[in-house]
């Protein structure tokens, strides 16, 4: 065992950026199910986001074009999933499901011509004298925008649900669609926008994986980490800083898993292996002991007649 | 242009799908069960380049179908019962945690063919077949050991199973033979195929002074990582990979499978198809090794295809004593070489090696 081979500047840099695309995805998530709509389609939406931010990327040789392009083909997809659950009144489950099969099948379509293929890097944001400090420097000021705007989004959309106007009526439509009905707003429209961010979201979050983390374009990419979002929005009781830290937590374990095998820990290997799901829920499960609930209105079908 | 292609060829299996061959006798119906999506560039994508041979050199007569992405367990027993109602005459599953599941289907449909790959059970209408890539491995042990600077090769392994068990031994005994101060570093990534993890293990192996990485699993993201770090080394897995030459992918061991479906489905139609055990190596052609690039130095280069060319006439045994197991007590005793019961169910590792492989 070598644990001095372990560098914790380059490990905690490393889950910080491993971190983001379920960071992404699941900010995205919490906003669609805090306007009471279960889309279940987020990993089809992040491979999705995936090709196109990399084939963009490729194409204009602009990483941010590409992200800009991630975020348009996941809300273009997540809009499927509006049309069939708003307007014609689908059930959200299967249409979720729907739409990640379908996204997996069309991100390996629009990929063809992408395997093999080098994407243009995202260079650090500069912040000057501020990445020059010691331990921090490289740990929190030298990274990619992306990983900065993931953050970004999580104080946006608490400030936003917690202190505004808009956020309080898109919790209204989440937990009582009828109510909110009543009063006059338009819950369909209300909701179709929220679930076209999220989808914006985890088209970011999967351009991520293919722009920054591994980076490359291949068929099925991200492997399941939308599942791990949409998982983590539950266990995070739908609240966005909670949701940063599970990411966090869950992204830190699995990297420094990944180290602690490298460097011969004693440690059996399932345990490390498993360890990244079982911390992650138990921090969660502990935090969210009170009892905070689920939006009343999530996963049920609104129609303005009923 | 892209759009068009693709609207042709797909033109084109639409109308050789349909119908019976021309002669009346109904297609032969071949099925492969995949573990990961045919564009991983790897492992799935060399299976589907032996079912295209397939196709290829039996055309009308043959009829493929595949899966991609099948979980191994439960999930995989549901295609295969859903492959075999359908029709199909023989069906390859295409990875070991398939072995149960094809077990226990080929119990309900006797009359279906099944191909398992690298596992160890077998019943009348099951076949196993595996290639002793082993071999390869030893040859890329040999390149590691000679290009490794920090004297660190990292290891990506996937499941603690005979078959990745025996990559390592392989790779570390030639590696250690000829830079005794080696020392490996092995990450168990619990996964065939998920880019985004094995880029994380490659990097976590590389940030802990690793300057050559070997990969036992599916996809190119560990090459990607290797790439982007520079100057570490990487070798090709199950396919080429070669959009990773001449640097940081520096050779490769390439799965030829399409020679051996070929042959099976042919036995399947002119009946004389039997239950066997096939496990072919570099002589055989079942194993290729990739170009080795030129950032290899020469003789490092010609030393490797020396060994290749030893493997492949059978007078050089990759396993071949003295060889001791890692708890120091005698495995096999000078100029001794392992047997292939041994080899097949291998679960320890050699002297040298540190950690202890997962349970």
Known sequence: MDLSAINPI????????????????????????????????????????????????????SPLAGFVAAAAGGAALSLLFALLTQV??????????????????????????????????????????????????????????ILYIGILFVAGVWATLKF????????????????????????????????????ALAGMGGAYISLIRVPQWTEGMTAGVGWIALALVVFASWKPWRVLLGAY?????????????????????????????????IVLVILSADKSAAPGSLGRTFHASS | MKLTTFLTSAAVALGLATGVAADGHEKTKVGFVYVGPIGDGGWTYEHNKGRL??????GDAVETVYVENVAEGPDSERVMTQMALDGADLIFTTSFGYMDATINIAKKFPDVKFEHATGYKRADNVSTYSARFYEGRAIQG??????TKSNIVGYIASYPIPEVIRGINAAYIHAAKVNPDVEFKIIWAYTWFDPAKEADAARALIEQGADVVLQHTDSTAPQ????????????????????????????SIIDEWGPYYVARTKAVMDGTWESTDTWDGIGAGMVGIGEISDAVPADVKEEALAMKAAIADGSYHPFTGPIKKQDGSDWLAEGEVADDATLAGMNFYVEGLTGEIPQ
Not at chain 1, 193 to 199: D, E, T, V
Not at chain 1, 249 to 278: H, K, R, T
């Open chain 2, 53 to 58: 041979m397939v196709e290829e050199q039996l």
């Open chain 1, 10 to 61: 380059l490990l905690i840099a490393a889950l910080m950026s491993a971190a983001t695309p379920i960071l992404l995805a699941a900010t995205g998530e919490l906003v669609v199910e805090r306007a009471g709509v279960l889309n279940l389609g987020v990993e089809g939406m992040m491979i999705v986001g995936a090709i196109c931010g990399f084939a963009i990327a490729v194409e204009t040789n």
């Open chain 1, 164 to 199: 505004t106007r808009v956020g309080l009526v898109l919790r209204a439509v989440g937990e009582n669609h009828d109510a909110a009905h009543a009063l006059g707003y338009k819950v369909v429209r209300i909701r179709t926008l929220a679930i076209m961010f999220g989808g």
């Open chain 2, 224 to 251: 990607a990582a290797a790439q982007e770090a520079g100057d570490v080394v990487t070798f090709g897995q199950a396919s080429d990979m070669a959009q990773y030459a001449p640097f940081p992918r520096v050779s």
């Open chain 2, 142 to 147: 040999h390149i590691a050991g000679k290009m």
């Open chain 1, 88 to 145: 014609a009144l689908a059930n959200q489950v299967a249409s979720g499901l729907a739409l990640t099969l379908f996204g997996l099948g069309l991100s390996a379509l629009l990929g063809q011509g992408y395997v093999g293929v080098k994407p243009p890097r995202m260079g650090d944001v500069n912040l000057g004298p501020l990445a020059e400090i010691p331990v921090l420097g490289p740990i929190i000021f030298s990274h990619d925008p």
């Open chain 1, 249 to 281: 937590l869950f992204g830190g374990i699995a990297q420094l898993q990944l180290n602690l095998q490298g460097a011969g820990v004693a440690i059996p290997v399932e345990y490390l292996a498993m360890s990244p799901y079982i911390i992650t829920i």
